[in-house]
């Protein structure tokens, strides 16, 4: 069922990548934004993130993704991720945010840094607004 609101902006699924090692937040996220009618793809570390925005046709819109993770951290991933050109809007979560990290994710023009636990609601409304953001810029 799609329920993507035209007047706000967000005329079509948006493409989602979600890199968290933890199975259910992953899980729980691409439920949630999957069921607003987006196209959500979940990945536990940042090389198969990597890989698997390397491999597809088009780009995605939005990434989500955890700070700390097993083979680097979610900083090294947007980073990655812009020299590889993607457009993405990456929203950066972290269970222990800190000034000197939330630095470094604006310098890198990280789109949000947020603190875990983050409610379906707020992930939702946040995920959609750097989308309508993901899809002026296209």
Do not use: W
Not at 12 to 30: G, N, S
Not at 43 to 53: T, V
């Amino acid at each position: 069922m799609m329920t993507l609101n035209v007047e706000e902006g967000v005329t079509r699924p948006l493409a989602i990548l979600i890199v968290d090692d933890e199975p259910a937040i992953r899980e729980v996220f691409t439920r949630f934004l999957g069921r607003r009618g987006h196209d959500v793809v979940a990945c536990g570390s940042a090389e198969e993130a990597i890989q698997i925005a390397g491999a597809r046709s088009s780009s995605f819109d939005v990434i989500v993704t955890d700070l700390i993770l097993p083979d680097m951290t979610g900083l090294d991933l947007a980073r990655a991720l812009s020299e590889s050109g993607s457009s993405a809007q990456v929203i950066l979560l972290t269970g222990e945010p800190n000034r000197e990290t939330a630095d470094v994710a604006r310098q890198l023009r990280v789109h949000r840094y947020l603190a875990k636990p983050i409610r379906a609601g707020a992930l939702i409304d946040v995920v959609e607004e750097a989308g309508r953001v993901a899809t002026n810029h296209s």
